[in-house]
């Protein structure tokens, strides 16, 4: 399983780092004190501002409204905050659970807190592998753009790829091809991506396409199932006369 790594983050102020991670996770309503981050002051609450004082500027993600702060060479919006143990586990496992509800803006928020796009929760799933698997493809994009190990594996041994190519979702497999998921790894199914497109699918315009396209990316339809069988000879058993003629033609 992947470690859960905190991210580094410059500030000097303790109190300034706290709020900032309150100020991340508030925004996404409902929020009940039961998703509140470890180790943040109250979520959903801001300091009152001075009467005599002008509302301050909108601050952005991942930057210090502490005025005694001076800047350093590296502007700190690019960095995610440091967060105790405790936060990141808990910023992580919201951050799987926004990932599985297909929920953009809530991911797009908990990965500017410092939520690992690798983290795995007891199942398994992180939010890389979950949003490739169900084709959310919004989410799958957020999750590249933040560091998805395009490599790692699923509780069946499987990458994002695989299931995405069962399920026939085309524009989420162009996605992964694209990212550099291995076309050919073999899950511990004993199938590759293509061996599922063939065998848990109906060989339908959306499995010829992802089959198209995994052939265009190198894929080799000649590795075997556990039972001897290649993809053209799945294909050809199963009556995907479609399929079957892109292997051969390939």
Not at 51 to 67: E, F, L, N
Not at 110 to 115: M, T
Request: glycine share 10%; aromatic share 4%; net charge negative.
């Amino acid at each position: 399983m992947d470690s859960l790594k905190g991210r580094g983050f410059a500030t000097g102020s303790v109190i300034g780092a706290g709020l900032l991670i309150a100020g991340l996770v508030a925004g996404c309503a409902p929020w009940s004190p039961a998703d509140q981050v470890p180790g943040t002051p109250g979520a959903g609450t801001t300091p009152a501002a001075s009467a005599s004082s002008p509302a301050p500027a909108a601050v952005p993600p991942g930057s210090t409204a502490a005025s005694s702060v001076s800047p350093g060479p590296t502007s700190s919006a690019a960095l995610p905050p440091k967060l105790s143990p405790e936060a990141h586990i808990e910023t992580d496992r919201l951050l799987i659970l926004a990932a599985k509800a297909n929920d953009a803006a809530r991911v797009r928020e908990l990965i500017a807190a410092g939520g690992n796009v690798n983290a795995k929760d007891e199942i398994q799933d992180s939010a890389f592998l979950y949003a490739g698997a169900e084709g959310f493809n919004e989410v799958l994009q957020l999750t590249l753009t933040a560091g998805a190990d395009v490599r790692s594996t699923n509780r069946y041994g499987g990458t994002a790829l695989i299931p995405a190519s069962e399920h026939g979702h085309t524009e989420t497999v162009r996605i992964l091809i694209t990212a550099g998921v291995p076309v050919d790894h073999v899950n511990n199914l004993g199938w590759t991506a293509m061996q599922e497109a063939i065998l848990l699918n109906n060989g339908g315009p959306n499995q010829q396409d992802v089959v198209r396209q995994l052939l265009a990316a190198g894929a080799n339809p000649d590795i075997r199932d556990p039972q001897g069988r290649t993809a053209l000879q799945n294909a050809e058993r199963l009556g995907f006369t479609e399929i079957a003629a892109l292997i051969r033609n390939r």
